[in-house]
């Protein structure tokens, strides 16, 4: 107890401006709201309204409607009578003073051992290579791709299914599936086929596009990924540049 108390004063004395902040816009807000509820004789928000016409606490939502969108899945078109406007972030969200605590792909890649990351990379080199050889892909985006959606080989459907890749299900897919996390994904025999899935994959249908650039051209191939689409990935040109960059993958171009 002693030295959770210690620790606890020691983050405070730290960071006592930002509590200070915190604490003074809570109460400014929370004043805010039940002066204008008293003015308007609003009810107080404790439940919401759902299509369905049943009401549930607030912030709160079916598992239905909290559940994370599919892989690589477009979810189908819902019908809605109930117009509701969107949720306002909240005040730590919006000023962001401790920052998120969801780390993206690059992120939790860098937190991994150094060691896992570079026997990876040494074990499918030669593979991207090859696969650049035939599709024209660069390597460098082949082994970031692995790198950011496999974890480096520790991702659950790479561990699980050798899906390097978080490649979903779709109506096409024919072969072997799994499920990660409530998700369908594509199963495979062995690495090899995961990535020369993968090489299919972003070389046809609406992913044709990308075979104008170069093969040495990581960066277009970076953008058009993250323009298609790819996964439903926030942010992944950049991700997939800041992974090739700091583990020099373009050596294998």
């Not at 896992?116 to 290579?129: G, K």
């Not at 025999?189 to 992913?207: M, P, V």
């Not at 104008?212 to 540049?241: I, K, M, P, V």
Request: glycine fraction near 8%; charge should be negative; charged fraction near 25%.
């Amino acid at each position: 107890m002693t030295s959770f108390l210690s620790r606890l004063m020691s983050f405070a004395g730290r960071h006592w401006l930002r509590l200070l902040i915190i604490v003074g816009a809570l109460v400014l807000l929370s004043d805010k709201q039940v002066n204008f509820n008293l003015r308007l004789g609003a009810p107080s928000p404790a439940k919401t309204v759902v299509p369905n016409g049943r009401t549930e606490p607030a912030g709160g939502g079916s598992p239905e409607q909290n559940s994370e969108k599919p892989i690589l899945t477009e979810s189908e078109p819902v019908s809605d009578p109930v117009v509701r406007a969107p949720e306002k972030a909240g005040f730590l969200e919006r000023f962001n003073l401790f920052g998120s605590d969801k780390p993206d792909k690059y992120d939790e890649l860098t937190r991994r051992e150094e060691q896992v990351i570079a026997a990876f990379i040494r074990r499918f080199s030669n593979v991207a290579q090859a696969e650049q050889e035939k599709f024209g892909i660069p390597a460098s985006i082949t082994l970031a791709n692995a790198l950011l959606h496999g974890q480096a080989g520790e991702a659950p459907a790479a561990r699980s299914y050798l899906n390097y890749f978080a490649l979903g299900c779709h109506d096409e897919w024919s072969g072997s599936t799994g499920r990660v996390a409530g998700q369908c994904v594509r199963a495979y025999e062995n690495a090899w086929t995961s990535f020369r899935d993968h090489s299919l994959y972003i070389t046809s249908d609406k992913y044709s596009a990308l075979t104008q650039f170069s093969e040495t051209d990581y960066r277009r191939w970076a953008a058009g990924l993250e323009e298609l689409g790819f996964n439903d990935s926030d942010e992944l040109a950049e991700q997939l540049l800041r992974t090739i960059d700091k583990f020099q993958l373009f050596r294998f171009d």
